[in-house]
């Protein structure tokens, strides 16, 4: 029935499922064939019965047979293949969610994170076989509320070196910055209370606060953060509730917030009463660290938070959130009411890989690559037009105001038809609007076939 090779690179196991896998998908195996028996399959292909075992025991798990008690084992009934539907518009909507699943954009010019290959690979992969001999109370149990004692600890001290005093107990894990920034918007704001946000600033954050009701008002983000004089007014003028930031690395602009700005901000957070979010996930891709609101507040006014997904990696879902006691108690109430507990297996992987003596060595070279990127991303642009808005030495992003004889929309719709996707300023303008502005992320970007793209857009 199947032909196998004892000296072929893929385990015996793997042959047996993917010999019959095709098998059924050419026809040849139609749904309520009865399979031979585990013993019969064994000894027509001369291996082990628990081979075959494992084997069939893996198709049942995928659908493709069906195991019948004392009858034995059957082709499974398969769903219809359908057509995929019609691509959705590139919208907010689409940027949201459909962006993370489109397998057919391989290039992710505007996507909000770093490809596979920069990313802690190896790092990643040792800290899992590790989990595969940890206790039994991290793989089979429940975490700590707040999240893995030792990685709190941890983090404490990789804080203290940014200058910011957060004793562990004054930190829980979240399920990404995602969830940091979720749980910050659940402790402060009420619908109808209004919010200042960067603008532009991370789209994310601007659909989760319309969708709880929060009335939005943009902050101008200038070469050195926030726009200090258009803050004090709104501050004065709306009475927010709070200011959501995004302080090192600005998404999407790439811009980072200077000390003096840092101060200033602050007074007026407590002269207007209002707390600040800052939203710091790239932090470690900063070449030379800069204060940050929460080193120069002491976690009085500030939330901070952090994530993982920028350095190590995304496929972790998860970073930190970092203010005083009474918050922290409370956020971590919110955390529990929602979901429970973090992963106490990717808690302690994730630990792993910040002990592990070459994770140092990989934050190096990643600065050194995004540094490198930047350069050559802006001067590509910068040949075909595009006028780049700041010139920042690090992090994902820049932030480009395309040719004037282009058409945004027309030109993001052609991009994901062509497998580029493209991010349009508009989808990061809280107060909504048109932008002829577009974040390119430097590290999918540096890609000679996006430049020969654009260039084809105008007529070059």
Request: glycine share 8%; net charge neutral; proline share 6%.
């Amino acid at each position: 029935m199947l032909q196998l090779d004892p000296k072929a690179l893929a385990p015996l196991t793997e042959q047996i499922v993917q010999g019959l896998i095709a098998k059924i998908e050419r026809g040849l195996l139609n749904e309520g064939v009865r399979l031979p028996s585990v013993r019969g399959l064994a000894q027509s292909c001369g291996v082990s019965p628990f081979t075959v075992a494992e084997a069939y025991n893996r198709l049942v798990a995928a659908g493709w047979i069906q195991s019948q008690r004392a009858r034995g084992y059957f082709v499974a009934a398969r769903a219809p293949l359908r057509s995929p539907p019609p691509r959705a518009p590139v919208d907010e909507d689409w940027l949201l969610s459909r962006v993370y699943e489109d397998r057919e954009l391989a290039l992710q010019a505007g996507g909000g994170w770093l490809p596979p290959d920069w990313l802690y690979e190896d790092g990643v992969r040792s800290a899992l076989r590790a989990m595969a001999r940890a206790p039994a109370e991290v793989l089979a149990g429940y975490g700590h509320p707040q999240g893995l004692p030792e990685l709190r600890q941890h983090l404490q001290w990789r804080l203290a070196l940014r200058g910011i005093e957060a004793p562990a107990d004054q930190l829980v894990l979240t399920h990404g910055a995602s969830q940091g920034l979720d749980l910050a918007l659940r402790l402060l704001v009420r619908p109808g209370d209004t919010v200042l946000i960067d603008s532009p600033g991370y789209s994310t954050l601007i659909a989760a606060l319309l969708g709880h009701g929060a009335r939005l008002l943009g902050v101008p983000r200038l070469a050195n953060g926030p726009d200090v004089a258009e803050l004090a007014r709104l501050a004065v003028e709306a009475r927010p509730v709070a200011f959501f930031t995004n302080s090192a690395l600005h998404n999407p602009t790439g811009t980072t917030t200077s000390p003096a700005t840092a101060h200033q901000v602050l007074k007026l957070a407590e002269r207007c009463d209002f707390r600040v979010i800052e939203d710091d996930p790239f932090a470690d891709l900063l070449a030379t660290p800069v204060p940050s609101l929460a080193s120069l507040d002491g976690l009085q006014r500030v939330i901070y938070l952090g994530s993982f997904s920028k350095t190590l990696s995304p496929a972790l879902r998860l970073g930190y959130l970092a203010a005083d006691a009474q918050m922290v108690a409370r956020a971590t109430q919110l955390k529990m009411s929602a979901g429970l507990t973090g992963s106490a297996i990717m808690e302690s992987a994730a630990l792993a890989m910040l002990t592990d003596g070459h994770h140092r060595t990989h934050l190096d070279r990643l600065r050194e690559r995004l540094a490198e990127a930047h350069s050559r991303v802006s001067r590509r642009l910068g040949e075909l037009g595009w006028q780049v808005c700041h010139q920042a030495n690090g992090g994902l992003f820049l932030w480009a105001q395309a040719p004037a004889e282009l058409d945004v929309d027309t030109l993001t719709e052609r991009a994901a038809q062509a497998g580029i996707a493209l991010a349009p300023g508009r989808f990061y303008l809280p107060e909504g609007g048109s932008s002829r502005h577009f974040r390119f992320n430097v590290a999918w970007s540096d890609n000679s076939r996006l430049y020969g793209w654009l260039a084809a857009q105008l007529g070059r």
